[in-house]
């Protein structure tokens, strides 16, 4: 498994496609307050659910959030995502983080990306920390490591750590800590291995 990464590191289109979505993060990283919500909005939806489910949905999830109309969980029904009840309630949430997050949000990781983390994942419902590190990630900070099922696999099958059942804020640090390990072996951040890890597990650098 590793070997197999090590090559779809080394392979020249794939890099390409990797470092183009990394300038995306990093232009959202300049971004206003509304593609920084945006990105909180896609986050949420993602959890527990498939990113494209979660970007099918977003262009009219946005569109409750400029009307004020807030019918997130008819929305949602209605194009069949998953678990829209709970959705619902995490997005009526969001609205009063509209316009502000990206004000709160970037002076905390420009001066520490593991402590925007924590804010976020104690503060908004519906984030935890793989949603926090997604967000981060995708508003330009590459520190920190998006443990979701597919990450956890190839943390498993690659042998960097043993298989478990359960996965608590420790395992999640430790996961963390083996993929930065990893990533400096590499010469890239974690944050941008996490997309050549997905393409592995899923064919797409999406996400």
């Known amino acids: 498994m590793l070997e197999r ?7 020249l289109r794939l890099r390409a496609l990797v470092l183009e ?3 995306e993060f990093k ?3 300049i ?3 509304d593609v920084w919500f945006r990105e909180l909005v896609l986050c949420v939806l993602t959890a527990n659910s498939s990113f494209v489910s979660a970007y099918k949905v977003l262009g009219y999830v946005m569109e409750e959030f400029d ?9 949602l029904k209605e194009r069949g995502y998953r678990f829209y009840e709970l959705k619902a309630k995490y997005l009526k949430n969001l609205v009063k983080y509209r316009g502000r997050i990206k004000s709160w949000i970037k002076p905390l990781a420009d001066r520490s990306q593991a402590l925007a983390r924590e804010v976020l994942a104690n503060e908004i419902y ?4 793989k ?5 981060l990630r995708n508003v330009g900070y590459f520190d920190l490591a998006i443990v979701d099922k597919h990450i956890m696999r190839f943390s498993i099958n690659s042998g960097l750590v043993r298989p478990f059942k359960t996965l608590t804020r420790s395992r999640y640090l430790e996961i963390e800590r083996k993929l930065k390990e990893l990533a400096h072996q590499l010469g890239m951040s974690v944050g941008i291995l996490d997309l050549f890890i997905w393409h592995i597990e899923t064919g797409t650098v999406l996400k």
Request: glycine share 6%.
């Open 5 to 11: 990464l090590r090559k779809e590191v080394e392979n």
């Open 67 to 75: 009307k004020r109309t807030y019918m997130f969980e008819q929305i």
């Open 131 to 135: 949603e926090a590190s997604h967000f």
């Open 21 to 23: 979505r990394v300038e």
């Open 31 to 33: 971004a206003d307050e």
């Open 27 to 29: 232009l959202n990283n």
């Open 126 to 129: 519906g984030i935890g920390m």
